[in-house]
């Protein structure tokens, strides 16, 4: 392992709505890690930027640049990193509906992905992290211990996004709808969303959140035992 990677890095990848937020903060919290979740370092510069122009169809990666560095990662309670700007929590701005719409094309800005994952790899230089985004085990932690790649069916990936939007169970025109929103945003993100080539992929369509969490767990603890004996050996 090369000098400045943590003991050990747990890398999620996958597409939009594939739950990898959620079961990342979990599993840290299972392992006693830090969570870093990229895509909300993409939110925020999102954010900051429709402060200054709501027209996102007008930006250039320039403009969108200019505004990354009011946006900084820091450790919090709860064993997370969020993302400030200009020092002040941004809370449920980052998940509005106009960031949601905006950050895919921020996403795509080849200066915006270096400037994330290098706040990536700064947030995880002092602490054993679970990140997860569309390409941390391929492009920011290649030499990751343990690689996991979700996937689900589009349909209960959407479905899964609007219970937890709406707090109710969606009717199937609005899945449908969902679904066609999610599937143009995977084609769009799709060459930044690609599994890591020693990526584990767990298909989460039939499984539930805790399945999915427990696996990971038992796939870091094998991980690290199996690091822990090379070592000693």
Same mark, same amino acid.
């Given at each position: 392992?090369?000098?400045?990677?943590?003991?050990?890095?747990?890398?999620?990848?996958?597409?939009?709505?594939?739950?990898?937020?959620?079961?990342?903060?979990?599993?840290?919290?299972?392992?006693?890690?830090?969570?870093?979740?990229?895509?909300?370092?993409?939110?925020?510069?999102?954010?900051?930027?429709?402060?200054?122009?709501?027209?996102?169809?007008?930006?250039?990666?320039?403009?969108?640049?200019?505004?990354?560095?009011?946006?900084?990662?820091?450790?919090?309670?709860?064993?997370?990193?969020?993302?400030?700007?200009?020092?002040?929590?941004?809370?449920?701005?980052?998940?509005?509906?106009?960031?949601?719409?905006?950050?895919?094309?921020?996403?795509?800005?080849?200066?915006?992905?270096?400037?994330?994952?290098?706040?990536?790899?700064?947030?995880?230089?002092?602490?054993?992290?679970?990140?997860?985004?569309?390409?941390?085990?391929?492009?920011?932690?290649?030499?990751?211990?343990?690689?996991?790649?979700?996937?689900?069916?589009?349909?209960?990936?959407?479905?899964? &996004? @609007? =219970? !937890? +939007?709406?707090?109710?169970?969606? *009717?199937? $025109?609005?899945? #449908?709808?969902?679904?066609? &929103? @999610? =599937? !143009? +945003?995977?084609?769009?993100?799709? *060459?930044? $969303?690609?599994? #890591?080539?020693?990526?584990?992929?767990?298909?989460?369509?039939?499984?539930?959140?805790?399945?999915?969490?427990?696996?990971?767990?038992?796939?870091?603890?094998?991980?690290?035992?199996?690091?822990?004996?090379?070592?000693?050996?």
């Amino acid at each position: 392992m090369s000098v400045g990677t943590p003991r050990l890095v747990i890398a999620i990848d996958g597409p939009a709505a594939a739950g990898k937020s959620s079961t990342a903060r979990w599993v840290a919290d299972r392992l006693g890690f830090r969570h870093v979740d990229s895509g909300s370092l993409y939110r925020a510069v999102t954010v900051a930027a429709l402060a200054a122009d709501p027209a996102p169809e007008a930006w250039s990666e320039t403009d969108v640049l200019t505004h990354a560095p009011r946006v900084t990662l820091e450790p919090a309670g709860g064993g997370s990193f969020l993302p400030l700007i200009d020092g002040r929590a941004v809370g449920d701005e980052i998940r509005s509906p106009e960031v949601t719409r905006a950050v895919s094309l921020v996403a795509q800005m080849p200066g915006v992905r270096a400037w994330v994952n290098g706040q990536v790899r700064n947030a995880a230089r002092d602490h054993d992290v679970v990140v997860d985004g569309r390409d941390m085990g391929t492009a920011v932690f290649p030499e990751a211990l343990l690689k996991v790649f979700l996937v689900a069916d589009p349909w209960e990936r959407a479905r899964r &996004r @609007l =219970v !937890q +939007r709406l707090g109710r169970s969606p *009717t199937d $025109t609005e899945v #449908a709808e969902e679904t066609d &929103r @999610l =599937v !143009q +945003r995977d084609a769009k993100d799709a *060459t930044q $969303t690609v599994p #890591a080539r020693d990526a584990v992929v767990v298909d989460t369509t039939y499984i539930t959140q805790e399945e999915q969490v427990e696996r990971i767990v038992a796939l870091a603890r094998a991980v690290t035992h199996r690091e822990d004996v090379t070592s000693d050996g």
